[in-house]
């Protein structure tokens, strides 16, 4: 995490020029983007030599406060400055986390699965630790063809970054749908930072697409939230739908639902409507 946490804070020095922080702007050119580490030291009230180590990755002894200093300075925002905390942890040393089941492995406790099953006129996705789609209803599949893809590759990391339908449903919302991802990407990674399958899930990803590769060296960090997403699809076109989670903190080796909403009688929810009406004829079709 040494050097997540060095690429992190030079990258949030970078977008900050002098005098975005009240500092002159000399003439001539600097040698570096943004500020140098001595003009950082000094706002933040911390020595050069610190600040230094710190940022190559060396975070032993740092206190809270320092970070929150820098933080500060660097203008981070809240996910930005909790992020810049657990990659310090991290960075310090911490136990590898407890080996996770695989996503084919897991199996959904009774009531979970009944309460998937019973909302049947909404999207809902079950998630693991690493963005991999667990399980999903009905609903879920009339909008994404999950079972045709193989388990290795079901995770949403795949669907925005390999599979040109799923980007092409997204349409021109796809840069804002992978950069958040790929932002809470981030968030996992630091506050698991001994996850060696989420690791292996980043280091996978970045071999596999120029695009991950371009949008996880942007450094942009922050939490998943509810969200408003417009899928082209091609059954049923438009269809604008409300994104929101619930945790699972019963389920250890599940994280979330993630529930793809429309709002009542608006003509999302009955074009909704029609691509599951869709999706039952085919599967009665197909069973007869």
């Given at each position: 995490?040494?050097?997540?946490?060095?690429?992190?804070?030079?990258?949030?020095?970078?977008?900050?020029?002098?005098?975005?922080?009240?500092?002159?702007?000399?003439?001539?050119?600097?040698?570096?983007?943004?500020?140098?580490?001595?003009?950082?030291?000094?706002?933040?009230?911390?020595?050069?030599?610190?600040?230094?180590?710190?940022?190559?990755?060396?975070?032993?002894?740092?206190?809270?406060?320092?970070?929150?200093?820098?933080?500060?300075?660097?203008?981070?925002?809240?996910?930005?400055?909790?992020?810049?905390?657990?990659?310090?942890?991290?960075?310090?040393?911490?136990?590898?986390?407890?080996?996770?089941?695989?996503?084919?492995?897991?199996?959904?406790?009774?009531?979970?699965?009944?309460m998937l099953d019973s909302?049947?006129?909404?999207?809902?996705?079950?998630?693991?630790?690493?963005?991999?789609?667990?399980?999903?209803?009905?609903?879920?599949?009339?909008?994404?063809?999950?079972?045709?893809?193989?388990?290795?590759?079901?995770t949403w990391s795949h669907?925005?970054?390999?599979?040109?339908?799923?980007?092409?449903?997204?349409?021109?919302?796809?840069?804002?749908?992978?950069?958040?991802?790929?932002?809470?990407?981030?968030?996992?990674?630091?506050?698991?930072?001994?996850?060696?399958?989420?690791?292996?899930?980043?280091?996978?990803?970045?071999?596999?697409?120029?695009?991950?590769?371009?949008?996880?060296?942007?450094?942009?960090?922050?939490?998943?939230?509810?969200?408003?997403?417009?899928?082209?699809?091609?059954?049923?076109?438009?269809?604008?739908?409300?994104?929101?989670?619930?945790?699972?903190?019963?389920?250890?080796?599940?994280?979330?639902?993630?529930?793809?909403?429309?709002?009542?009688?608006?003509?999302?929810?009955?074009?909704?409507?029609?691509?599951?009406?869709?999706?039952?004829?085919?599967?009665?079709?197909?069973?007869?």
């Open positions: 995490m040494r050097g997540e946490l060095s690429e992190f804070l030079k990258s949030r020095r970078a977008r900050l020029r002098p005098e975005d922080v009240g500092l002159p702007r000399y003439a001539g050119q600097r040698r570096v983007p943004g500020l140098r580490r001595e003009e950082l030291s000094l706002l933040a009230g911390v020595s050069v030599a610190h600040y230094t180590r710190l940022e190559q990755g060396h975070t032993e002894n740092v206190s809270a406060d320092v970070l929150d200093a820098i933080a500060r300075t660097l203008r981070l925002d809240d996910d930005e400055r909790a992020y810049l905390h657990r990659l310090a942890h991290a960075a310090a040393g911490s136990r590898p986390s407890r080996p996770a089941a695989a996503a084919a492995a897991i199996r959904l406790r009774p009531g979970l699965q009944r909302l049947d006129r909404t999207p809902v996705f079950v998630l693991g630790h690493h963005t991999d789609i667990v399980a999903w209803n009905r609903a879920a599949a009339a909008l994404l063809d999950l079972a045709a893809v193989p388990a290795g590759r079901r669907q925005v970054f390999l599979s040109a339908d799923f980007k092409g449903m997204l349409g021109d919302g796809w840069a804002e749908f992978a950069r958040a991802h790929v932002s809470y990407l981030r968030v996992l990674l630091a506050r698991n930072p001994g996850d060696a399958r989420l690791q292996a899930h980043i280091a996978a990803m970045r071999t596999a697409s120029a695009d991950f590769r371009q949008v996880w060296g942007e450094q942009s960090v922050s939490t998943w939230s509810g969200r408003d997403y417009v899928f082209t699809h091609p059954v049923v076109g438009r269809l604008e739908l409300s994104g929101e989670t619930m945790l699972l903190p019963a389920d250890a080796e599940l994280s979330e639902l993630e529930l793809l909403v429309a709002e009542p009688g608006s003509p999302s929810a009955a074009g909704l409507h029609r691509l599951i009406a869709e999706s039952d004829r085919k599967a009665s079709a197909e069973l007869g």
